[in-house]
Structures are given as C-alpha cells and as structure tokens.
C-alpha cells in the first residue's frame, strides 16, 4: 500500500489537488479538516469538541485525528493506498502515524509538500472564504492564528520527513494544471 502525506500550510491547495490524485492513483482520500467538518454538521459530541478550536485557529487533540485516522485505515477496502490530507500536522501525529503503520508492516511512501509563501496563503483563504463559507476563513485574525500555529507546530514536520529522505517539495504557485503536473512528475 501507498500512503502518501500530502503536506502544506492552510489555502496551499492542498483539498485542491487531492481529487485528481486519488483518481489518477487510486487512492483513499482521508481529509482530517473535511471529516472534522462533517462530525460538527452532524453535531456529534467529537464535533461540538472540535468546533470552538476550530473556529479559533487552533488544532483539535492529536487523539481526535488520530484516531479518525486509524479508523478509516481499518475500514478501507479496495484501494492502492491512502493520500492524508491534512494529516499528520503535529511531530506527535506523525510519530503516531509511524506506529500506526508499522504494526501492519507498511510505512509512510512519501511526503509531498506543497509550498507557498504567506502573503499568498492570506489572499488564497480571502477568495475561499467568499465562495466555500467556511467559518475558519471569514476572520483575519483566525486566519493568522492558523498561520502562526503552522509555522510553530506543523512546519518542524518538514525536517522530520527530510530525515527519513521522503520530503518531496513541489512548488505550489502557478495554475492549478501546473501544480497537479508537477506533483504527478513527482510521484510517477
Ligand atoms: P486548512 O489546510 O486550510 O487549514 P483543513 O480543512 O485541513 O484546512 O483544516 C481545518 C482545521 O481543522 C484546522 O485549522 C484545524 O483546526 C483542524 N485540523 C485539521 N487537521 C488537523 C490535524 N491533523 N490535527 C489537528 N487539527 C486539525
């Protein structure tokens, strides 16, 4: 099994280029932001957990994801691998993540890092903001708080995956086609 890590900060395109790599590789498409979006639309008890931290810029538990995460591995039939959107996003979750795979023989294939800098993940959020309705988008200070969290939490997973010798950078500015070019070069 594949299992890609598809890495980036907030508004790097990330939900973007998924669709077609999952299509093209046929992978499982675990987004943890769109599966903690939908536990707060049903309004389940993890969901009302989720949802002030969310709307606040900050992370939700590491155990939360991890845990949503383990559950989709276990419950996913007939697929090449997996593409983690989103996920691991903390140096704990992605030490969890090794173990979670290792315990089945499998490890992580690579991780695909889409970069952008953040003058640009401002404006990419701005224009979301005005057509999906998110409520992590609308504020700026949110906004920020999502950037500042990233560079202080989620950024040190950048070494840990070049220490393993599976960090791929893919430059994340141009047209949609140029980024899904590049990240498919990448992987092929
Ligand atoms: P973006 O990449 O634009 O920040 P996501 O949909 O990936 O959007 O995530 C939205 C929010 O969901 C994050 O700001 C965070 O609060 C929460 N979240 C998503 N994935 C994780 C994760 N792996 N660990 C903790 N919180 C997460």
């Given at each position: ?107 992580v294939t690579a991780c695909i890092s889409l970069m952008i800098p953040d003058s ?63 990240i498919f070069a990448a992987i092929d």
């Amino acid at each position: 099994m594949k299992y890609y890590v598809l890495f980036g900060p907030p508004g790097a395109g990330k939900g973007t280029q998924a669709g077609s790599m999952v299509e093209r590789y046929n992978l499982c498409h675990l987004s943890t932001g769109e599966l903690l979006r939908s536990e707060i639309a049903a309004g389940t008890p993890l969901g009302l957990q989720a949802k002030s931290l969310i709307e606040g810029g900050n992370l939700v538990p590491d155990e939360v994801v991890e845990g949503m995460i383990e559950s989709k591995f276990q419950n996913t039939k007939g697929v090449n691998g997996f593409l983690l959107d989103g996920f691991p996003r903390t140096i704990a979750q992605a030490r969890a993540l090794d173990e979670m795979l290792s315990k089945k023989g499998e490890e992580v294939t690579a991780c695909i890092s889409l970069m952008i800098p953040d003058s640009l993940i401002r404006e990419r959020i701005a224009n979301r903001a005005k057509i999906e309705g998110r409520a992590d988008d609308a504020r700026d200070e949110v906004v920020l708080n999502r950037i500042d969290t990233y560079h202080a939490k989620t950024e040190p997973l950048i070494d840990y995956y070049i220490e393993k010798g599976k960090y791929r950078e893919i430059d994340g500015v141009g047209s949609i086609e140029d980024v899904r070019s590049r990240i498919f070069a990448a992987i092929d």
